[in-house]
């Protein structure tokens, strides 16, 4: 659904050259729920932009939605949906009417935007003026606008920014239901981690304009910092040597594994064995900030 | 031409569910009237100073309404709306035109009240001349709403708009000769005026009001006007279909 390689885009800024996004290579396949990660000025906007059609790359290819970003930006633009960081609808205007103008631009039938309206809860609010909407509902307005010609391929650029904690799980719906009920390939751009983790099969950590990793949240989890296991034992000081690489605190000891729950068993099985009693045991599964921080010795939460 | 009939319809909404801001949108040119109008009684020499006032008016409404365009799109700019259009398969210069053609449509409405009103004053025309008068005014509205959406694209904020379309419509308009002659002044002032491209379509509106078809202004105005104003279209175009860059 999308190729891209050596996408770049530089700026001028003073007069002096800044790259944004320094040459990335892309792919997303058909279905995919993809999530690009990083801190605010990674470049993950810029990349987003340059796909969605909205900036000219200064390096690099595109395919699109079986469209060349380069020399056919129309084309593309007729197959995907975006939904930027702003609001799409023009304050001035009423909802039904921005949705109305929007399926005659795509030439999508009109009754689409009676169905998405009703879909997405905007019918009592249909005749209103965008301005009076709330923040969740201009969002979903957001999502008609951006979905009312059924995109193979949508975008959307930090979907949940600004959004209260109650929008913000009915925003997820949304997006999940765009893939699971609508079919489409959805490519999203966001800095939270827990975002990134319960929506995405699959997520591209970018840091300074490059791609730094990429893989299903566990796989990042896991290939990174692995799990970390925490064990309250009779004998700590013998028990650390039955686990590579722990740490002594107390009665405690800590140390990491790629899998907790597959390392477990036979590990408790050895210390029984070697007859130290264990007498609590915890794992926490690692966080995409862990992942962060290992790949790029920065916290994400830092960089937002 | 489809895309522009879309967008000129997004553009004229907000302004048929307001029609009061057509008028409140006059209230300045129905003061320079009322107001600075008769004052030009001994100045204007022979007949009625209005014949000789309102086409200015007008001429003044096409260079400062329409040239504050510019700030209806800086919302749009802001909000994401005009991304949101960017990402549809609408043409660049229908997102530009359609915005211009309603600016074009308030602005001969609010010409033509002008000239309704004014004849309670006493100013007389036929419709056959006001109306040729209008599509002066449509053409020269266009170019210079083209130009502020171009500019406010480019500026992208109220604070960096307002100063250069200040900068620029005032001296367009003190050199041209909308609400004094020109030919009161010193020579000096005079030669610049004729340089203002702006002063020919002023003369060439009163020549036109006044059905005086021997003037050369009556064609050397429309002249520039069409010219100016193809430039700008041109350059608004050109700075919509680059947003991307």
Known sequence: MIKARGLARTFSVRGRPVEAVAGIDLDVQPGELVGFLGPNGAGKTTTLRMLATLLRPTAGEAIVAGHDLRTDPAGVRRRIGYLGQGNGGGSDQRVRDEAIIQAKLYRAPLRRVTELIEEFELTDVADRLVATLSGGQKRRLDIVLGMIHQPELIFLDEPSTGLDPQSRGNLWQHVRRLRDEHGATVFLTTHYLDEADALCDRILVIDHGRIVAEGTPDELKSTVSGDLVSLTVSDPARAAGHCPGATVRGNQIDFRVPRGDTALPGLLGDLAAADITVTSVQTHRPTLDDVFLTLTGRSLRDGS | ?245
């Not at chain 2, 129905?30 to 009684?41: A, S």
């Not at chain 2, 700030?71 to 709306?81: D, K, M, Q, V, W």
């Not at chain 2, 915005?99 to 056959?128: E, H, M, P, Y």
């Not at chain 2, 209008?134 to 307002?162: D, H, N, R």
Request: proline share 5%; aromatic share 6%; net charge positive.
């Open chain 2, 1 to 245: 031409m489809r895309d522009i009939g879309l967008m000129f319809l997004r553009a004229v909404r907000p302004t048929l569910r307001n029609p009061v801001m057509l008028i409140v949108g006059i209230s300045q040119p129905l003061l320079y009237l009322v107001l600075f109008g008769p004052l030009l009684n001994h100045v204007a020499g022979g007949g009625s100073s209005w014949q000789w006032f309102v086409p200015g008016v007008m001429v003044q409404m096409a260079l400062f309404g329409t040239s504050y365009a510019g700030f209806g799109l800086i919302p749009e700019i802001r909000s994401g709306a005009l991304e949101r259009l960017r990402v549809t398969p609408v043409s660049r210069t229908a997102l530009l035109l359609g915005r211009v053609l309603r600016d074009v449509v308030v602005l001969v409405v609010q010409c033509g009240l002008i000239a309704a009103l004014s004849t309670i004053l006493g100013f007389r025309g036929t419709i056959g001349q006001i109306l040729l008068g209008l599509v002066l005014m449509a053409v020269v509205g266009a170019g210079v709403g083209a130009a502020s959406y171009a500019l406010a694209l480019k500026l992208k904020q109220e604070y960096a708009l307002a100063p250069v379309l200040t900068s620029t419509m005032v001296p367009l308009m003190l050199l041209s000769g909308v609400l004094l002659p020109m030919s009161m002044g010193p020579a000096w002032l005079h030669d610049i005026a004729r340089i203002n491209p702006l002063s020919h379509v002023v003369d060439a509106e009163r020549a036109i009001i006044a059905g005086q078809w021997h003037d050369t202004a009556v064609w050397l105005g429309p002249l520039l006007g069409v010219a100016v104003t193809v430039v700008c279209v041109m350059w608004a175009v050109r700075t919509f279909r680059r947003l991307a860059d």
